[in-house]
């Protein structure tokens, strides 16, 4: 079942560490988000392989839009 990774808050998106077809391990940092000039990483819960990103660098986004998926 996919694993979708949602945006927390609302950031502009500074890194997109990782691209399609990548293998991450739970707690791998997918993107870098600027908030409030602090930086967040966004971290997967479970590994898997990266089938879609939804975000670029420079991106505004909102609470709640996905941010990448997961298999």
């Excluded at 950031?11 to 997918?30: H, M, P, R, S």
């Excluded at 819960?45 to 990266?50: L, T």
């Amino acid at each position: 079942m996919p694993e979708v990774v949602r945006a927390e808050m609302v950031a502009n998106v500074a890194e997109v560490n990782v691209k399609i077809g990548d293998t991450v391990e739970a707690g791998g940092a997918l993107v870098l988000l600027e908030s409030m000039k602090m930086e967040i990483p966004v971290l997967c819960e479970v590994g898997g392989s990266v089938t879609e990103i939804h975000v670029a660098p420079g991106d505004v986004i909102q609470e709640g839009d996905v941010i990448a998926v997961l298999q």
